[in-house]
């Protein structure tokens, strides 16, 4: 079983819609959760970074960390065609040095 | 800043050449790290480093070596290339003492023929 599973996609939504990105893990020890943007032929770029439970806020993205349930999510509002690109979730445990990266979800937002 | 660099942007290799993969960051990082990245199976940790002089394997270090002789550079090296080493290479770095906040570097594209 792999330590992050994440929906591939591909997700497809018109101009304004909310967009909501998940991944569900295994390992319990996870506390450190981010998320990455990553452009056609680019690197990641981080987007979002969250500790433990709860929920953060950046303008028109909003992370949730559900431990009890082993789930996380990214929503992004009012999206733009400048949101198209794969977003990769990753995590890692307090005493951890690796990151686990789910394999990306693609999106792409039509105007 | 130019944070983090990755030369070459594009490589091809054959059968058996070894190459360095270069890398490095004016970010004053602790924290270094190598990925691969090949369709379907996400983001894989080859590497890394938490300072000068320390290096560990991550999930798939098999035919790659790291040195970390400065805080700056972290060279990935190839010791002899097989095909299933063609991927993208990632190089990451952050602050922290950890894997935590990330910023990756653009990338070199490898093929192994």
């Known amino acids: 079983q792999k330590e992050v599973e994440q929906d591939p996609g591909p997700l497809s939504v018109p101009e304004g819609a909310i967009v909501s990105l998940n991944c569900t893990y295994s390992n319990s020890a996870f506390q450190y959760f981010m998320w990455y943007r990553q452009y056609s032929r680019k690197g990641p770029e981080l987007l979002m970074y969250?500790?433990?439970?709860g929920n953060k806020e950046d303008g028109r993205f909003t992370a949730q960390v559900d431990k009890s349930s082993k789930y996380i999510s990214l929503f992004i509002r009012d999206s733009q065609p400048s949101d198209s690109a794969t977003y990769l979730c990753?995590?890692?445990?307090?005493?951890?040095?690796?990151?686990?990266f789910g394999t990306g979800t693609s999106l792409t937002v039509i105007p | 800043n130019a944070g983090v660099t990755q030369t070459p942007k594009f490589q091809v290799l054959k059968t058996g050449q070894s190459m360095t993969l270069q890398c490095a960051q004016d970010m004053n990082h602790e924290y270094m790290s190598w990925y691969r990245q090949d369709p379907g199976m996400g983001l894989r940790l080859i590497h890394y480093s938490v300072g000068a002089g320390i290096t560990d394997q991550g999930e798939v270090p098999n035919g790659y070596n790291v040195s970390r002789s400065t805080t700056e550079d972290f060279p990935l090296r190839l010791l002899s290339a097989a095909p299933s080493q063609t991927s993208v290479y990632f190089c990451a770095s952050s602050y922290h003492r950890g894997p935590y906040e990330q910023y990756f570097g653009p990338g070199t594209r490898l093929t192994v023929t």
């Open positions: 969250t500790y433990s439970s």
């Open positions: 990753a995590m890692s445990a307090v005493t951890g040095n690796q990151f686990y």
